[in-house]
């Protein structure tokens, strides 16, 4: 499955941007799907999974109650709402497919994408 990322750009400290995840090739249904951000100088973080059927969702300690994961299998696509955004959600944004978010949270990927950038400022 091919993923591709968008939805990112600069955003003031307290605001919102939304993300989302375009999945071509083959259904997004039978995978767990998620985010992940690389922070410039710092190595990539899981950011949010969400089971395949949706009835499951993960956050990173950071972005609970701040980001909220979806996902349409009908559309093929995963969204990323993000509020309340602060300067250290800096960073590029990859939408990622796996088996589990399990697999997610230990990089085994089954695909991941081109990212979008996201800046915030304070």
């Known amino acids: 499955v091919q993923l591709q990322a968008f939805g990112g750009g600069l955003a003031q400290a307290g605001g919102s941007l939304a993300l989302s995840c375009a999945a071509s090739?083959?259904?997004?249904?039978?995978?767990?799907m998620g985010w992940l951000r690389q922070a410039p100088g710092k190595e990539r973080e899981f950011v949010s999974g969400i089971t395949g059927n949706g009835g499951s969702t993960e956050y990173t300690d950071s972005v609970k109650g701040r980001f909220t994961i979806s996902r349409d299998n009908a559309m093929n696509t995963v969204l990323l709402q993000m509020n309340s955004l602060k300067p250290e959600d800096t960073g590029v944004y990859y939408c990622a497919a796996a088996s589990s978010i399990w697999s997610m949270k230990r990089s085994a990927f089954h695909s991941w994408g081109q990212g979008t950038l996201v800046t915030v400022s304070s």
């Open positions: 090739g083959r259904s997004i249904r039978n995978y767990a």
